[in-house]
């Protein structure tokens, strides 16, 4: 099975709408990462969380890391076609060693005008 | 300061042919990862470099090897081609100040074609 599960699969969204990414894994995580991918090209780094509980927001996006350090959501505010891609999170489960990260399927995000 | 390049950024090839992509990562970054990223498995890790040494290894045939040079820059080399091995091939630079923050910023990938 896979280890880091994200949800869901892809989301079809009205411009101006909330929308939220989930990214589940089946163990503790040391890093959790997010990235924006458009079809085909590099991915985009957005933000990274570490702690229990730790929130962190950029323009208007938001992630978020559980207490447990088991989920992580993705939040964004007042969707804008701009934000359409894959978005794919990116986990490091051997504490500390960044440079080899497992990544979930990718949630792929359509934002209609 | 430049980001992370790859080249080629497109390639095709035909089975049983041997392949090279190269990767310049950021000025000053020392690490170098690579990535198999296809429809079916998702992105994959394939190695990771450091100082000229290669740290850490995914799940992949010996077919796949890498190096890299005193410059940070990398090479991946996939021999003995497989219709499978069609891929975007990306690979990603870190800095490496001995910190957990260390965050890895990905290139634009090679984008290989096995027919």
């Known amino acids: 099975s896979q280890e880091l599960e994200q949800s869901p699969q892809s989301l079809i969204v009205q411009e101006g709408k909330n929308l939220t990414i989930n990214c589940t894994s089946s163990k503790t995580l040391y890093g959790l990462y997010w990235y924006k991918q458009k079809y085909g090209e590099g991915l985009i780094f957005l933000m990274m969380l570490q702690k229990g509980g730790e929130e962190k927001s950029h323009e208007k996006i938001t992630a978020k890391l559980d207490e447990k350090k088991q989920q992580s959501s993705l939040h964004i505010t007042a969707s804008q076609p701009s934000h359409a891609g894959i978005y794919l999170c990116?986990?490091?489960?051997?504490?500390?060693?960044?440079?080899?990260?497992?990544f979930g399927k990718g949630t792929l995000l359509t934002v209609n005008p | 300061k430049a980001g992370v390049t790859q080249t080629p950024r497109y390639l095709i090839k035909t089975r049983g042919q041997q392949v090279t992509l190269s990767c310049s990562p950021i000025?000053?970054?020392?690490?170098v990862s690579w990535y198999q990223q296809t429809p079916g498995q998702g992105l994959q890790f394939l190695f990771e470099y450091f100082s000229e040494t290669q740290r850490n290894k995914g799940n992949f045939p010996g077919r796949f090897s890498g190096r890299q040079f005193s410059n940070s820059r990398s090479e991946m080399n996939v021999s003995t081609l497989e219709l499978g091995d069609s891929a975007l091939y990306l690979c990603a630079s870190t800095l490496v100040v001995g910190s957990s923050t260390d965050t890895q910023y990905f290139g634009p990938g090679t984008r290989l074609t096995v027919l």
């Open positions: 990116g986990a490091d489960f051997s504490g500390g060693s960044n440079y080899k990260l497992t």
């Open positions: 000025s000053g970054h020392r690490s």
